[in-house]
């Protein structure tokens, strides 16, 4: 397997950053894409072992193209998450003063991180959205926009400068990372772990989503995210994105998947994998009567019934 990880580019991005927190991707090839899907077809032709993109933020929520991806097409798995506090730096050619700024540019998922600043400070500049803040700044080196939002660090990297620097709507905006290679075994539970998948309803009916909802309700799972995707087979079409805490490998968490297989038209499994918000120490204690133990217990319990033994 060849040992790269894919990440959403080019050189500069928040999303390298990030990448570069994770101690394993000091031994691997960090290769630049050019947008989240070209990263993640790399991984489904077996060009890279990994990819590294964006998945949500505190902000907005779900970054749906990468959602998307995770939902069609050949069946990806995450492994890792990291989260990255985001502000952004608008980054120009040097000498641009900010009267000067007619166009600003940045990935999309920027835009309502740095929309009150914009009003209050640049209320006409025109915004073109780029592939990453990183080919924002590019884009700008290159002449094609006045300003970008980006990092301070990809200043350097393209040759501009900083105007500002510390900008950010929301305070203490985070965007959530996650690497995503090809289905294999999840990585053994951590005690603080999060499980990913995608829930497509059989059928249209009142309460239907709130079945789903039951699966993970009765078995004490609570959940962390939950995002519907159009799936597009028309209007009212939508598929559910869920992150529920604890691992696969949990008995509460199985049994939840178990039936939801059962109810669903589809489940896709997305991985269980240590979640990067609170460490062991943090985790809450299974509700009452959903731990491990006490699944096991009541299964042996129905096994003695069965064989009349109770
Ligand atoms: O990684 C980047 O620089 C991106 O373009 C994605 C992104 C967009 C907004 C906030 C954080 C990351």
């Given at each position: 397997?060849?040992?790269?990880?894919?990440?959403?580019?080019?050189?500069?991005?928040?999303?390298?950053?990030?990448?570069?927190?994770?101690?394993?991707?000091?031994?691997?090839?960090?290769?630049?894409?050019?947008?989240?899907?070209?990263?993640?077809?790399?991984?489904?032709?077996?060009?890279?072992?990994?990819?590294?993109?964006?998945?949500?933020?505190?902000?907005?929520?779900?970054?749906?193209?990468?959602?998307?991806?995770?939902?069609?097409?050949?069946?990806?798995?995450?492994?890792?998450?990291?989260?990255?506090?985001?502000?952004f730096a608008l980054l120009v050619r040097?000498g641009t003063r900010l009267s000067d700024i007619k166009t600003v540019s940045a990935h999309p998922a920027a835009q309502p991180q740095v929309r009150n600043w914009l009003k209050n400070n640049l209320p006409d500049a025109h915004w073109e959205s780029a592939?990453?803040n990183?080919d924002a700044a590019?884009l700008v080196q290159e002449g094609q926009y006045d300003a970008a939002f980006a990092?301070?660090?990809?200043?350097?990297?393209?040759?501009l400068q900083a105007l500002e620097t510390?900008i950010h709507d929301?305070?203490?905006?985070?965007?959530?990372?996650?690497?995503?290679?090809?289905?294999?075994?999840?990585?053994?539970?951590?005690?603080?772990?999060?499980?990913?998948?995608?829930?497509?309803?059989?059928?249209?009916?009142?309460?239907?989503?709130?079945?789903?909802?039951?699966?993970?309700?009765?078995?004490?799972?609570?959940?962390?995210?939950?995002?519907?995707?159009?799936?597009?087979?028309?209007?009212?079409?939508?598929?559910?994105?869920?992150?529920?805490?604890?691992?696969?490998?949990?008995?509460?968490?199985?049994?939840?998947?178990?039936?939801?297989?059962?109810?669903?038209?589809?489940?896709?499994?997305?991985?269980?994998?240590?979640?990067?918000?609170?460490?062991?120490?943090?985790?809450?204690?299974?509700?009452?009567?959903?731990?491990?133990?006490?699944?096991?217990?009541?299964?042996?319990?129905?096994?003695?019934?069965?064989?009349?033994?109770?």
């Amino acid at each position: 397997m060849p040992a790269s990880y894919a990440y959403l580019g080019p050189e500069g991005t928040f999303t390298e950053v990030a990448l570069r927190t994770l101690p394993e991707a000091a031994t691997r090839e960090l290769i630049p894409y050019v947008s989240v899907q070209s990263a993640l077809d790399a991984v489904r032709a077996g060009e890279a072992e990994a990819a590294f993109v964006p998945i949500e933020n505190s902000v907005e929520g779900g970054i749906t193209t990468t959602l998307d991806e995770l939902v069609a097409g050949a069946p990806l798995m995450i492994y890792r998450e990291v989260l990255l506090s985001i502000t952004f730096a608008l980054l120009v050619r040097p000498g641009t003063r900010l009267s000067d700024i007619k166009t600003v540019s940045a990935h999309p998922a920027a835009q309502p991180q740095v929309r009150n600043w914009l009003k209050n400070n640049l209320p006409d500049a025109h915004w073109e959205s780029a592939a990453s803040n990183a080919d924002a700044a590019r884009l700008v080196q290159e002449g094609q926009y006045d300003a970008a939002f980006a990092g301070e660090f990809a200043a350097a990297r393209y040759g501009l400068q900083a105007l500002e620097t510390g900008i950010h709507d929301a305070e203490n905006a985070q965007t959530r990372f996650v690497l995503v290679g090809r289905p294999a075994r999840p990585a053994a539970p951590t005690g603080a772990d999060k499980t990913s998948v995608v829930l497509w309803q059989r059928d249209d009916h009142p309460g239907g989503l709130r079945d789903l909802l039951g699966e993970f309700a009765t078995r004490g799972v609570n959940l962390m995210l939950l995002q519907s995707r159009p799936t597009g087979a028309g209007i009212g079409n939508y598929c559910f994105c869920i992150d529920a805490e604890g691992h696969i490998s949990d008995r509460r968490v199985a049994e939840t998947l178990m039936g939801l297989k059962r109810i669903c038209l589809e489940v896709r499994f997305l991985g269980s994998y240590p979640r990067a918000d609170i460490g062991v120490q943090d985790v809450r204690s299974p509700r009452q009567g959903t731990s491990d133990e006490e699944f096991v217990a009541a299964s042996h319990w129905v096994a003695r019934c069965q064989d009349g033994r109770f």
